[in-house]
């Protein structure tokens, strides 16, 4: 059983940072792979980044591709997901997920969920 739990969330301008962390209870962290995934109101959840075991394989979403990176530490059951240049379309909950199958994109493969950080970003 894996624990999930999100922070770093926030109200910031257009064109601000943000550096979310999610931090996992549990043993065998490096035996999962984590990924951030966004939900806006109205939408279907979305993918925005996913990191293997050890960090060897990382997807990002197109629409974050190039301002975001998403990195972890296993000793520190940590990852976290560096947001730059944020725009007022990535306002969303962004929820981190823990999976056994590496750097997924489908949210329907992680088995673990965090309960969500609110990311607003101001025009």
């Known amino acids: 059983q894996v624990q999930l739990v999100e922070s770093g969330g926030g109200l910031v301008q257009a064109g601000g940072s943000l550096r979310l962390s999610c931090i996992a209870s549990g043993r065998g962290f490096s035996n999962y792979g984590m990924g951030w995934f966004r939900q806006a109101p109205g939408n279907e959840r979305e993918f925005v980044a996913a990191i293997s075991g050890w960090g060897r394989s990382i997807n990002y979403a197109e629409s974050v591709k190039g301002r975001s990176t998403i990195s972890r530490e296993n000793a520190k059951n940590t990852v976290w997901l560096e947001m730059n240049n944020l725009r007022p379309e990535d306002t969303a909950v962004y929820y981190c997920?823990?999976?056994?199958?590496?750097?997924?994109?489908?949210?329907?493969?992680?088995?673990?969920w965090g309960p969500g950080t609110q990311v607003t970003v101001s025009s």
């Open positions: 997920a823990a999976d056994r199958y590496g750097a997924t994109t489908s949210g329907d493969a992680y088995d673990y």
